[in-house]
């Protein structure tokens, strides 16, 4: 019972964790929004409200009375889903993160002008792959005779270094926690088989103590 209230705590923290960053994230933060989109951000929500609701249900489900393991078997499923959906958004994530170059230099693409040149200013950087690559001109990139001086074999000079270094680091931290939720939840799945099986072996033999008038076995 120990192990399984400490796994449940972790449970709780990795809810409001989830929970926490998502709302965290959404500030206005034209890097950040860019590495992780609205639709990112409600995956992370929908999540963590659903390990803080099976924590809900595991305080429920424990506080039974020994005999009735129905909640625990509820409890159960509830991990088998939420395994589920850890595993589909740190999967979502972790294959975004193989073509990151090309991911952002769509995103960039997408980007308005005055998001692209605020990006070169905090990099500065000009353009995404070179200096043709949709560099705005104004701030560092002061105008066209100065991007095309830029040289083209220190890639910092254009953004899609310093942008995907960013991303990289943003989401491979992000899928390796969400992953890192799938031990809780596994584990705490194990442990509740264990308290739902030691239930039953005590049920069983409080029946069998009970018909040999009370007395223990030894």
């Given at each position: 019972m120990g192990v399984w209230v400490a796994l449940d705590v972790l449970l709780l923290v990795a809810g409001i964790v989830a929970l926490a960053l998502s709302i965290v994230w959404r500030a206005p933060n034209i890097l950040m929004n860019m590495v992780l989109s609205s639709a990112d951000l409600t995956a992370g929500t929908v999540?963590?409200?659903?390990?803080?609701?099976?924590?809900?249900?595991?305080?429920?489900?424990i506080?039974?009375?020994?005999?009735?393991?129905?909640?625990l078997v509820i409890l159960n499923y509830a991990l088998l889903i939420d395994a589920i959906a850890i595993l589909v958004i740190g999967t979502f994530v972790w294959f975004f993160t193989l073509k990151?170059?090309?991911?952002?230099?769509?995103?960039?693409?997408?980007?308005?002008?005055?998001?692209?040149?605020?990006?070169?200013?905090?990099?500065?950087?000009?353009g995404y792959f070179n200096g043709t690559d949709l560099a705005e001109i104004g701030g560092f990139c002061q105008?066209?005779?100065?991007?095309?001086?830029?040289?083209?074999?220190?890639?910092?000079?254009?953004?899609?270094?310093?942008?995907?270094?960013?991303?990289?680091?943003?989401?491979?931290?992000?899928?390796?926690?969400?992953?890192?939720?799938?031990?809780?939840?596994?584990?705490?799945?194990?442990?509740?088989?264990?308290?739902?099986k030691k239930?039953?072996?005590d049920e069983r033999f409080k029946k069998i103590d009970a018909k040999r008038g009370g007395r223990g076995f030894v």
């Open positions: 999540l963590g409200v659903a390990l803080i609701v099976t924590f809900v249900l595991s305080v429920g489900a506080i039974q009375r020994k005999h009735v393991t129905i909640g990151e170059r090309d991911n952002f230099h769509k995103l960039w693409l997408e980007a308005t002008p005055a998001t692209r040149l605020t990006l070169q200013d905090q990099f500065k950087c000009c105008s066209q005779d100065f991007v095309n001086k830029l040289d083209p074999s220190v890639t910092t000079n254009f953004c899609v270094t310093p942008v995907t270094g960013f991303a990289d680091v943003t989401l491979n931290n992000i899928f390796t926690t969400v992953y890192g939720f799938m031990a809780i939840v596994l584990c705490l799945l194990l442990a509740s088989l264990c308290v739902i239930r039953q072996e």
